[in-house]
């Protein structure tokens, strides 16, 4: 027999979801309303898995989590909620849940989650998954813009990068843009130390993924 812990402060929830998860004869489910309660209850070890709600009064789930984890790393404990909990899905993982269900998932989905969180698998919504996908992506990109517009190349740099680009050395450089070759190794240690690289082969990669020549310009 599967043993469940089920909180939530909500009795009508809590006897429509052990009535739900009951539908599985290998589960039984014990409910508590209340946190303090919870804590004890969980602390004693004798439940296979935990279903917490996220906002429950005194102690949240977040907080249950985290204080039964400090007891036992290895307690299985999956939050069940009805809110948006995308904000705070970086501090569930990291307080050691095994996933997150949505209050409402199927019977189907419920059971799936809490039989794969028993196997050690963690579960979480693909609607969840995709938006976290999605802050990621738009972090990366924040992140690229700010490297741009803290690396300030001027014109100068630009042309002998350019130059550089296209295999040419510090004196071919120099004749062409009409200034001496110890002016082009001033500026190319300039670039260096504004692109963070050590070579002209770095140097050439590292503009061009930020825009600084073009790929015509690019060996």
Do not use: W
Request: aromatic share 4%; glycine share 6%; hydrophobic share 40%.
């Amino acid at each position: 027999m599967i043993r469940i812990l089920l909180v939530d402060d909500h009795p009508s929830v809590c006897e429509g979801t052990k009535t739900m998860i009951e539908q599985d004869p290998e589960m039984d489910v014990t409910v508590s309303y209340s946190s303090p309660e919870a804590l004890e209850m969980a602390a004693s070890g004798e439940y296979d898995l935990m279903l917490f709600d996220l906002n429950i009064p005194v102690l949240s789930g977040l907080e249950l989590t985290k204080r039964l984890i400090g007891i036992n790393p290895e307690f299985r404990i999956l939050i069940y909620t009805g809110y948006e909990i995308s904000s705070n899905f970086n501090i569930l993982v990291e307080a050691g849940v095994s996933g997150i269900v949505s209050k409402t998932a199927s019977r189907e989905q419920l059971l799936t989650a809490i039989r794969c969180a028993l196997r050690g698998e963690s579960v979480i919504p693909v609607s969840l998954l995709r938006q976290l996908r999605r802050s990621d992506m738009r972090v990366s990109a924040s992140r690229d813009e700010q490297q741009m517009e803290d690396i300030s190349i001027n014109e100068r740099e630009q042309e002998i990068l350019q130059e550089v680009a296209e295999g040419r050395s510090n004196k071919d450089i120099a004749s062409k843009l009409l200034m001496s070759q110890r002016t082009v190794e001033y500026n190319l240690t300039r670039v260096f130390e504004k692109l963070g690289v050590h070579s002209r082969s770095e140097a050439t990669v590292k503009a061009k993924q930020l825009g600084l020549i073009g790929d015509r310009n690019f060996l």
